[in-house]
């Protein structure tokens, strides 16, 4: 398989020092070290298993700048917890909200930014095509994604008791789980509708630069 562009090694090395200096400050004294640790967790398997599979399978730099966008809204998130951050709490103050919406941002991007990668991966590992069922099985795949993260944070309290209420951050909403779940739906279907042609011209691009499908 051929070697990136430099342009495609220029964008890839500022991507991974901004993930660097936004890890870095998440890391110092976050407002709950536990919460930091469970939200930041996901991004450092993330950074390994796509450093130990970049030559077998090199993604778009559209789907690398998705990966870093969500991996920057987990950062902020583990440095603040998602009930307490600094500008979502001054949009709550403002509008006179319930709660701090900073939650539904990040489970919006959980069904955005992974719809984008499991799209690539069915488009060049498997038989489906841009169409009516990739973008139905996208979606599943972003909500069965979802449906597993919601069990992962009902084991941490299940083993944590109330160590986990700020990795809940549920904040008193007794439907929090199903608006977790509906907010990565609404993201899986945005992201398909809004960047699903863009992606396919980042496809293309790929493929005109030599880096075949494994």
């Known amino acids: 398989m051929p070697n990136p562009t430099k342009t495609d090694n220029s964008f890839l090395w500022l991507l991974a020092l901004t993930l660097a200096g936004a890890f870095v400050w998440s890391a110092v004294d976050p407002h709950d070290r536990l919460t930091w640790v469970l939200e930041v967790v996901p991004v450092v398997i993330g950074v390994v298993i796509l450093v130990a599979t970049y030559r077998a399978f090199r993604f778009t730099n559209l789907a690398y700048a998705m990966i870093g966008l969500h991996a920057l809204i987990l950062l902020v998130g583990g440095h603040y917890t998602y009930s307490e951050v600094p500008l979502?709490?001054?949009?709550?103050?403002?509008?006179?909200?319930?709660?701090?919406?900073?939650?539904?941002?990040?489970?919006?991007?959980?069904?955005?930014?992974?719809?984008?990668?499991?799209?690539?991966?069915?488009?060049?590992r498997s038989p489906l095509e841009p169409g009516k069922w990739l973008f139905v099985i996208v979606t599943c795949i972003a909500l069965a994604i979802s449906a597993f993260y919601e069990m992962i944070?009902?084991?941490?309290?299940?083993?944590?008791?109330?160590?986990?209420?700020?990795?809940?951050?549920?904040?008193?909403?007794?439907?929090?789980?199903?608006?977790?779940?509906?907010?990565?739906?609404?993201?899986?279907?945005?992201?398909?509708?809004?960047?699903?042609?863009?992606?396919?011209?980042?496809?293309?691009?790929?493929r005109g630069a030599g880096v075949r499908a494994p």
């Open 88 to 124: 979502f709490n001054w949009v709550r103050d403002t509008l006179e909200l319930s709660r701090n919406h900073y939650d539904r941002v990040g489970h919006l991007a959980q069904g955005f930014f992974p719809a984008i990668i499991a799209r690539e991966i069915l488009i060049r």
């Open 153 to 206: 944070e009902w084991w941490v309290a299940v083993i944590s008791g109330t160590a986990a209420t700020a990795f809940l951050a549920t904040q008193g909403d007794v439907w929090d789980t199903q608006w977790d779940m509906f907010m990565a739906l609404c993201g899986a279907v945005l992201a398909q509708l809004l960047l699903g042609r863009a992606h396919d011209r980042a496809l293309a691009r790929l």
